[in-house]
């Protein structure tokens, strides 16, 4: 988002962002995988968080410091991800595992949106 948003513009960026999302809940509706998974409101909503991240850092940057830049933006938990333990299972922000046949089906569930340096 952040390179979308220097080569385009914030707004036109933002209005991709949110386009994209909106095609994830379609996708979820068709039961069709988007990097692997099922599409699911907790990672919409994560993605939208990380896409203002991205926005709002992308008229401070070069081409040339943004990678470095990225990564100590996600390391120094400004942005989200969704809480799992160290087996990748999901879990609730009270650090229950959720089972796999709990979300199967559900656009929103009980995953955990946490700092990404969590």
């Not at 992308?58 to 943004?66: G, K």
């Not at 995953?111 to 340096?117: A, R």
């Amino acid at each position: 988002m952040l390179r979308l948003s220097q080569e385009i513009g914030a707004k036109k960026a933002r209005r991709l962002g949110k386009a994209h999302e909106k095609g994830n809940y379609k996708a979820f509706k068709k039961n069709k995988k988007e990097d692997g998974e099922i599409p699911d409101k907790i990672s919409s909503d994560m993605d939208l968080f990380n896409n203002e991240i991205g926005i709002a850092i992308a008229d401070t940057l070069t081409a040339t410091n943004v990678k470095k830049v990225v990564i100590s933006v996600v390391q120094s938990g400004k942005c989200k991800i969704i809480k799992k333990d160290q087996q990748g299972n999901y879990l609730t922000c009270s650090g229950s595992i959720i089972q796999q046949e709990e979300l199967i089906g559900k656009w929103k569930n009980d995953k955990c949106l946490v700092n990404s340096n969590f």
